[in-house]
């Protein structure tokens, strides 16, 4: 894969900058996150594709928990999520998602 491409349900680590106004992280902290929603259309098995007119991701903690899975930092989420979330390490940002696209 090559450098600063990502595509949705994909872990990354990436440094804060411009955040909504209820921060969870400081700017310039390192944090991990899931991508949730990408400009880029995401094509799947039965053909259809999937885009958003924005990218987004949600801040995660327990990374290194193979137990409990990725937990998100926040306690909402605005706006749809993919389905491709729906693994078993990423059921709690789905369940907390207004809805699954």
Request: proline share 3%; net charge positive; with cysteine.
């Amino acid at each position: 894969m090559e450098a600063g491409i990502c595509t949705n349900n994909q872990l990354l680590a990436a440094a804060t900058g411009n955040m909504s106004k209820i921060n969870r992280a400081k700017k310039g902290e390192v944090v991990h996150a899931v991508v949730v929603q990408t400009k880029k259309e995401t094509r799947r098995a039965d053909g259809s594709g999937v885009s958003f007119g924005e990218n987004a991701a949600v801040l995660v903690t327990g990374v290194g928990n193979a137990k409990s899975g990725l937990v998100p930092r926040g306690s909402r989420i605005l706006g749809p999520v993919t389905e491709e979330l729906r693994t078993q390490k990423t059921m709690k940002i789905v369940s907390i998602a207004p809805m699954v696209v």
